[in-house]
T-cell receptor
Framework: GNSVTQMEGPVTLSEEAFLTINCTYT??????LFWYVQYPGEGLQLLLK?????DKGSNKGFEATYRKETTSFHLEKGSVQVSDSAVYFC??????FGAGTTVTVRA | DARVTQTPRHKVTEMGQEVTMRCQPI?????VFWYRQTMMQGLELLAY????????DSGMPKDRFSAEMPDATLATLKIQPSEPRDSAVYFC????????????FGAGTRLSVL
């Protein structure tokens, strides 16, 4: 079956710092991969996705590239803001999301 | 703006009482998921349905939890009897199914069992 291994948190950064959250997957075939974000007090929402190898998903300054060679889908943002403080989840569909990675950005 | 609606948003109850949580999926979505989120376990999949039929409920404690879809516009998650360890935030999500499709989450029901 499909599974992902995501970097554990928490991660604390200063504003304008570079953020990377590692995610590697084990899969049969090449499933779509997703990053979701959960802001405080809310449900998860899709941040970005990639549907095939070498696809790059991007949204709100975040990027992730679906790399077949390294079976990775790392999330990156070049300059974080306080408003990026949230929990980030890497997931293929229809599986438990786990604990995610809690990111706190300090002004 | 279509969204998944969950009710109630908050529920406080006493141990032993029945709890029913409701979810209205986005119109036209054929897949519904129930999740539980706690600090210790993170976000766990409890059950999911496609076209109102349960496909997987292996994550759900069968002795006290039950999930149903009486019709395409309503999904319910019941706990009877409730226990303090059931205290968590319960999320419903809906989607179009298939491995390439996005899940749309509701705002959750925060349950506290005293």
């Amino acid at each position: 079956g499909n599974s992902v291994t995501q970097m554990e948190g928490p991660v604390t950064l200063s504003e304008e710092a570079f953020l990377t959250i590692n995610c590697t997957y084990t899969a049969t075939g090449y499933p779509s991969l997703f990053w979701y974000v959960q802001y405080p007090g809310e449900g998860l929402q899709l941040l970005l996705k990639a549907t095939k190898a070498d696809d790059k998903g991007s949204n709100k300054g975040f990027e992730a590239t679906y790399r077949k060679e390294t079976t990775s889908f790392h999330l990156e943002k070049g300059s974080v803001q306080v408003s990026d403080s949230a929990v980030y989840f890497c997931a293929p569909p229809q599986l438990s999301f786990g604990a995610g990675t809690t990111v706190t950005v300090r002004a | 703006d279509a969204r998944v609606t969950q009710t109630p948003r908050h529920k406080v109850t006493e141990m032993g009482q029945e709890v029913t949580m409701r979810c209205q999926p986005i119109l036209g979505h054929n897949t519904v998921f129930w999740y539980r989120q706690t600090m210790m376990q993170g976000l766990e999949l409890l059950a999911y349905f496609r076209n109102r039929a349960p496909l997987d409920d292996s994550g759900m404690p069968k002795d006290r939890f039950s999930a149903e879809m009486p019709d395409a516009t309503l999904a319910t998650l019941k706990i009877q009897p409730s226990e303090p360890r059931d205290s968590a935030v319960y999320f419903c999500a809906s989607g179009l199914g298939g491995s390439k499709n996005i899940q749309y989450f509701g705002a959750g029901t925060r349950l506290s069992v005293l």
